[in-house]
Nanobody, 124 residues
Framework: QVQLVESGGGLVQAGGSLRLACAAS????????MGWYRQAPGEQRESVAV???????NYADSVKGRFTISRDNAKNTVYLQMNSLKPEDTAVYYC??????????????????WGQGTQVTVSS
């Protein structure tokens, strides 16, 4: 299994910055991609930023130029640097990983794993 633990959320003023971190652990065989998603009250979950094992990165249009995703493969950790935060960024941010795990019988197919989320609140 893969466990994901997020950290770094908090309360900031508009224009401020936060850095989120997500560490993956467990019987990991391979992590194909890691990313950040967010969900505001009454809203649908949306993708924020995703990075593949080869370094391909996709950002939501709403965060381009403000957020930066990075990954430390040796530590199985993904980061999200959030600058110039806006009240519209307020949400619970969830870490996601697409990974295969090592099992006694072999290697699993690729599956999605999720962290419990960390709250980001931006006040105006």
């Amino acid at each position: 299994q893969v466990q994901l633990v997020e950290s770094g959320g908090g309360l900031v003023q508009a224009g401020g910055s936060l850095r989120l971190a997500c560490a993956a652990s467990g019987s990991i065989f391979n992590i194909n991609a890691m990313g950040w998603y967010r969900q505001a009250p009454g809203e649908q979950r949306e993708s924020v930023a995703v990075i593949s094992s080869t370094g391909t990165i996709n950002y939501a249009d709403s965060v381009k130029g403000r957020f930066t995703i990075s990954r430390d493969n040796a530590k199985n950790t993904v980061y999200l640097q959030m600058n110039s935060l806006k009240p519209e960024d307020t949400a619970v941010y969830y870490c996601n990983a697409i990974a295969t795990v090592s099992r006694v019988g072999g290697i699993s197919r690729r599956s999605d794993y999720w962290g419990q989320g960390t709250q980001v609140t931006v006040s105006s």
